[in-house]
């Protein structure tokens, strides 16, 4: 069974730096897809990343990246110039022939 | 593209009774997925369907629970003679046929069981 493994339950960031969440995961599959998804408080869960294990380049969007490395199954996101409203649980999510597998989140404060 | 929608949004109940959710996914969206999330933890997955079919189901999903997709469109979960531990927050999800691995979330359904 695929498993996915978030370290850091809680960090913060100040207004405008960077900073970086850990996921990692187990599985014996070679051609799966992994996800970011980000759950303001109260509010639903948003997509905001998503990485094919076949590409090797790694996933980018505006200020959102990843850095994925297939070997040490790693896959951790990188949120640039972070905003107040990047405030929220962030989940990192496994998925091969379907349903989600999902972290336990690390809650990310974004801090004026 | 209105989203995935779901109803109710909160639902308080008593110990022992019944409860229907209901989920609309994203229009054309052939794949959908139900999850249970408690607090401090990340969805579990429960079942899904493709179209009316529906292809899985977690072991989480007691025969308390059922799950049906009757036209391939909406989807309703119900759970009967509910417990304490069934309070969570409910999700659905859907995706489409040409990106099945992509999961569009709706806002939840929130049920507390006294």
């Known amino acids: 069974a695929q498993t996915v493994t978030q370290s850091q339950p809680e960090m913060s960031v100040q207004e405008a730096e960077t900073v970086t969440l850990s996921c990692t995961y187990d599985?014996?599959?070679?051609?799966?897809?992994l996800f970011w998804y980000k759950q303001p408080p109260s509010r639903q869960m948003i997509l905001v990343i998503r990485?094919?294990?076949?590409?090797?380049q790694n996933a980018t969007e505006n200020r959102f990246s990843v850095n994925f490395q297939k070997a040490a199954k790693s896959f951790s996101l990188k949120i640039s110039d972070s905003q107040l409203g990047d405030t929220a649980m962030y989940f990192c999510?496994?998925?091969?022939?379907?349903?989600?597998?999902f972290g336990k989140g690390t809650r990310l404060s974004v801090i004026a | 593209d209105t989203g995935v929608s779901q109803n109710p949004r909160h639902k308080i109940t008593k110990r022992g009774q019944n409860v229907t959710f209901r989920c609309d996914p994203i229009?054309?969206?052939?794949?959908l997925y139900w999850y249970r999330q408690t607090l401090g933890q990340g969805p579990e997955f429960l079942t899904y369907?493709?179209?009316?079919?529906?292809?899985?189901k977690s072991r989480l999903l007691s025969d308390r629970f059922s799950a049906e997709r009757p036209k391939g469109s909406f989807s309703t979960l119900e759970i009967q003679r509910t417990e304490q531990g069934d309070s969570a927050m409910y999700l659905c999800?859907?995706?489409?046929?040409?990106?099945?691995?992509?999961?569009?979330f709706g806002p939840g359904t929130r049920l507390l069981v006294l």
């Open positions: 999510a496994f998925s091969f022939n379907t349903p989600l597998v």
């Open positions: 599985t014996s599959e070679n051609n799966y897809y």
């Open positions: 369907f493709q179209n009316e079919a529906q292809l899985e």
């Open positions: 990485q094919e294990a076949y590409k090797q």
């Open positions: 229009s054309e969206h052939n794949r």
């Open positions: 999800a859907s995706s489409p046929d040409g990106d099945r691995e992509t999961q569009y």
